[in-house]
């Protein structure tokens, strides 16, 4: 029995996947995680085929196949091995387990194993103020969230309160007070400012906590405020720019309706990209800086091309508008062919065909002036010959090779049907010339 048990360790140990790292496996990196609604969330795993993976997959008993082809859900795989579910613009609703499924030649990985759990929240502070009288101006604050085992952020009068991570929180309060509450980790979205008292109190809340627009558009970003006392000066500012930066004649603030603010930039730069924030005074209170504002961001769209078929007269295309925005799901998008739209394109993703003359580019909704530059096939090459003089044999040559493309192509040079060595960009030098260069071949 003794030696049977050993025959038996050793046939495990050394079976493969067992003895070794080749087996196949799923590894998530958390177990759970809480997010606030509006935000995004990156979700993490590692896995292994002992075969060649065929297909893979992330999906939730929760969910249909269609909910991850939605334009707020993107799958990318930055190294080997390693998958990453990005969801977009949380809504509760995107509350579920996600699982990754991968499948070989003879082997599918089952779906049993429990996979990473997300719950999206839609935080508010609820107030108690049961032990509130006239002695005593107490209440008890509550970050109503869906999370648990998460750490808290409370703000006071837009100034965050220290080393108060819990979901609740008590303090002696005055009428003007508001409060407001974040996830730790979340801190960009929290909770909209709400008054113990009553509706007078020193508040400020913005329309959306973040924008994506286009290089060269314009934008307008909004906030609605209120004083207990009088208001007697407001401004935006930046932690990224100078109060002088919003001096530029690009930048306009304006208030058509009182108590909302609207604060507009033109002609937009990517170096426009920063937190903007609210801030207003009255004769003895400051709305304070740190509860975070709304986050623009500035891009300059990119088409990128990342699958190609082609034949003489036709050329099938898989592409992604490129941006630099985190919103991704909130956003639409809009394709052009030769400068008309395409109908029905309206995600990030597009896959079509098209002839080799067509001109591809791509817009945000909603900013069809600003789209990307177009991208389209080689046009035919030519060659130019350095020097330009008569080519005496023996002597040397330069040829280069130049095409109008974008992206720009890339060239294979082929003498007497062989490939030739290349310079870059599409240079090659030719030494000791013989009577048969004439054979020369071009390809791209």
């Known amino acids: 029995p003794l030696v049977s048990f050993y025959s038996v360790l050793n046939y495990l140990f050394n079976f493969p996947g067992v003895r070794g790292e080749t087996c196949n496996r799923v590894k998530y990196d958390v177990r759970t995680i809480c997010a606030p609604k509006g935000s995004s969330v990156d979700i993490y795993c590692t896995y292994n085929g002992h075969e060649a993976v065929t297909s893979k ?9 269609h909910w991850y082809q939605s334009n707020r859900v993107q799958v990318s795989e930055r190294e080997r091995g390693r998958s990453t579910l990005r969801i977009s613009d949380l809504r509760e609703s995107d509350s579920a387990q996600h699982r990754f ?53 409370w703000f006071k009068n837009g100034e965050k309160i220290p080393r108060k991570t819990s979901s609740t929180y008590s303090d002696y309060f005055e009428y003007a007070d508001s409060y407001s509450c974040a996830l730790e980790e979340h801190q960009d979205f929290p909770s909209p400012p709400v008054c113990v008292h009553d509706e007078t109190c020193n508040r400020v809340k913005y329309d959306v906590r973040t924008i994506c627009a286009p290089k060269g558009s314009s934008v307008d970003i909004y906030c609605t405020y209120n004083g207990h006392e009088a208001v007697t000066s407001k401004f935006w500012f930046s932690p990224e720019h100078s109060q002088h930066w919003y001096q530029s004649n690009r930048v306009q603030v304006s208030e058509r309706e009182r108590g909302r603010s609207t604060l507009r930039i033109s002609d937009l730069r990517e170096s426009d990209s920063a937190q903007h924030r609210f801030k207003f005074t009255t004769r003895s209170f400051e709305w304070r800086s740190s509860l975070p504002g709304t986050t623009l961001t500035v891009t300059a769209l990119q088409v990128q091309v990342k699958r190609i078929r082609a034949d003489q007269h036709s ?32 995600t990030s993703t597009y896959k079509g065909s098209f002839s080799l003359e067509d001109e591809i580019s791509c817009a945000l909704n909603g900013h069809d002036r600003f789209p990307s530059p177009s991208v389209y096939a080689p046009k035919l090459p030519s060659v130019s010959v350095s020097p330009s003089a008569e080519i005496v044999e023996g002597s040397s040559v330069t040829l280069t090779c130049s095409s109008d493309a974008s992206p720009a192509a890339t060239f294979k040079w082929y003498k007497k049907n062989q490939s030739a060595a290349q310079g870059r960009k599409g240079i090659y030098y030719f030494t000791s010339i013989s009577l048969r260069t004439e054979d020369v071949l071009l390809h791209i």
């Open 57 to 65: 997959f992330w999906f939730s008993p929760e969910h249909s196949q």
């Open 315 to 346: 050329i099938e295309v898989e592409m992604t508008c490129h941006s630099n925005c985190s919103e991704v799901g909130r956003l639409s998008y809009v394709w052009f062919s030769n400068k008309q739209k395409i109908t029905r394109a309206v």
């Open 101 to 153: 499924k991968f499948i070989t030649r003879s082997f599918e990985w089952r779906s049993s194993l429990p996979g990473t759990t997300l719950t999206v929240t839609d935080l508010h502070v609820k107030v108690d103020t049961s032990r509130y009288s006239f002695s005593s101006s107490r209440a008890d604050l509550t970050c109503v969230s869906s999370c648990t085992h998460s750490s808290y952020i």
